[in-house]
């Protein structure tokens, strides 16, 4: 049995790392690198290392790209449950300058055809399942039915509204009991659903008792999370989900770390979290962000996204 099933996207990313990014008409020299990514591919892969046994609903193409999820998903131990699609595998193009900015190109290709069905059509997937999670890079038909399903099997209905410019509908978001955006995703719903506008670079600087009013107004009845980088994360509960914590809202700071990449440092303290509320929802959730805070800071140490994601024993004997 699973205990988190991850519903989302797999891409094969092509990396390009250049001085500069390339301007419009230029022809520039970069360093090139390919490998398994996809926000859905990623949290699977730091759920899976922080410790639970997990579960991967995602779309692939019958071709070499469907192929390279198999392989990296099975050395993880991953359940995948992956539909076959006659569009070919989802691919990222992304340049990332001398700065580590980036700039990124998608093509969705079979992650735009994961539907609802996909996730309905293995009921004992979601036995025993505790924490589903599920992000927008795949369709919001899929997304929804992900949360319903999590729902309806006494699961936790986890979402990461990623990226920041996906459409969500107010009806998507009260499907959740957790909602997990950064900054920019943050002030992106808040805007659209709440119409009050914030710049992402402020909403760290916000005073807690600001924030806490923000994330009701956006989430009435589930708990916000909103990643802060390498400040940490922010935490909203509704009275009602408390979640074993005492307070209402709080901030729980981020590890202290030398950070060289933090390319999918938001995936994994998503799936960190997914993991760590999986192993022990009885525990204050407040414990579990301190772990997926330990879990993304550790990350940040390595190159990459999937490959970066370290393992629970050495989350365990970096902080104990
Ligand atoms: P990305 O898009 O790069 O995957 P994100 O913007 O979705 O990341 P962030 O809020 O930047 O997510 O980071 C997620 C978590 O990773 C933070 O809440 C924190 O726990 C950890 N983290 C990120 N950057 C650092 C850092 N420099 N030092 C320590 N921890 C970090």
């Known amino acids: 049995m699973n205990s988190v099933i991850v519903v989302g996207s797999f891409n094969v990313d092509h990396v390009w790392r250049c001085a500069d990014l390339p301007a419009v008409g230029a022809t520039i020299a970069g360093q090139y690198a390919t490998g398994p990514g996809g926000k859905g591919f990623n949290q699977a892969v730091a759920a899976a290392r922080a ?49 580590g900015r980036n700039t990124i190109v998608i093509g969705a290709g079979a992650n735009g055809t994961l539907g609802a069905a996909h996730v309905t059509a293995a009921p004992e997937l979601l036995r025993g399942a505790r924490v589903v999670l599920a992000q927008l890079e795949s369709p919001p038909a899929a997304v929804e039915a992900a949360l319903a399903a ?5 699961a936790t209905a986890m979402l990461n509204p990623a990226p920041a410019n996906a459409p969500t509908s107010a009806g998507l978001l009260r499907l959740a009991d957790i909602v997990t955006p950064n900054e920019t995703e943050f ?20 005073d807690g008792a600001s924030l806490h009013a923000a994330c009701r107004k956006l989430l009435p009845h589930g708990t916000v999370v909103v990643t802060l980088g390498a400040v940490g994360a922010f935490v909203s509960h509704a009275e009602e989900d408390l979640r074993g914590d005492a307070q209402t809202y709080y901030r729980v700071a981020a590890e202290s770390v030398s950070a060289s990449d933090t390319t999918g440092a938001g995936d ?15 525990q204050p959730f407040a414990t579990h962000v301190r772990y997926a805070n330990r879990f993304a800071a550790l990350s940040t140490e390595r190159p990459g996204a999937a490959p970066a994601m370290p393992r629970h024993d050495e989350v365990m004997a970096r902080f104990g």
């Open 150 to 154: 999590a729902r309806e099997a006494g």
């Open 187 to 206: 002030a992106a719903l808040l805007s659209r659903h709440v119409g009050e506008r914030v710049e992402p670079e402020a909403v760290a600087a916000l």
């Open 51 to 99: 410790g639970a046994r997990t579960a991967f609903v995602c779309a692939l193409g019958d071709d070499a790209g469907g192929r390279l999820a198999r392989e990296p998903a099975a050395a993880d131990g991953i359940d995948l449950r992956a539909e076959a699609s006659g569009q070919p595998t989802g691919t990222a193009g992304i340049y990332v300058d001398a700065r």
């Open 268 to 282: 994994a303290f998503n799936g960190a979290l997914a993991a760590a509320l999986a192993r022990a929802p009885e």
